[in-house]
């Protein structure tokens, strides 16, 4: 077996295994003997599995085979689905509730007590939800809007802030954030958010120009600074600013990141300004 990047060829029978990506313009024109989709549910855009299964409908000894946990709503993955299941020239099968043996029913109890009743059924019962499965509802976040509060411009003396950005250069928002507690509550004292042009991406020395700025005005803040996303940043300002490494891209850490701000939510101990995240102007 000869190894490559993206390919795996065997020496044999000449035989090739070609591992792409969600780049369409590159899956035009294959003619596959055997696909796997993996995931379906999560493909944001039909436009590569439109290309993949019209590939494999031009060779009749052709296989195609998808590989998907349950998805949410009643778009082009839900389409693709049911076609599947109502065709005599499909194999469809489905696995209901939770298969691996090693899952323990404490370990189904605790998911079930912290996840939406939507996710843990969409998760683990591998049951396609309808609704989009929310992490939180909206009468859930906005118990969390606290009147009382407002932007604040500048920290105050003795407290201890936390404060970290996630950026995004084109296409999604980029987030800086600055929060405190008290007691067991946490307390969001101010959000900036930018929105990218059309034309214009959002520099990367808006993020630093935002630290410089936040360090300047919140006295004994820390920052908490993704690892990966933002190397360049921390590499040009550990020197100056206190900053602590955290890996965002952790799927251990983005998990319990996400459990515990649903369970602040939940618990209300999470708190922020009328107007917290909306972007000027808009």
Known sequence: MTFLENFARNVTNRSLLKIISSDVRSSWGELPDFVVCDELCHWKSPDLWYSLLSSAAKRPESVLIVL???GIG???QWDAREAARTSPAWYFKSLDGPQAPWITAESLDEQKRLLPPAVFARLWLNQWQHSDGEFVSLAEAEACRDESLVCREYGEPGRE???TI???EKRDLTVGCVCHREG???IVDRMDV???GLDTPTPVRLVTSWMHSIASRFPSVQFVVDAHQ????IQELQDQLPIERYEFLGGQANYDMALTLRQLILERTLHWYPGCGIIPGE
């Not at 933002?230 to 940043?233: E, G």
Request: glycine share 4%; aromatic share 14%; net charge positive.
């Open 184 to 186: 067991s509550t946490v």
């Open 68 to 70: 998907s946990n349950a």
């Open 230 to 233: 933002l190397a360049s940043v």
């Open 161 to 163: 802030y936390v404060a």
């Open 74 to 76: 009643r778009g082009w």
């Open 194 to 196: 930018v929105r990218p």
């Open 166 to 168: 996630d950026y995004a």
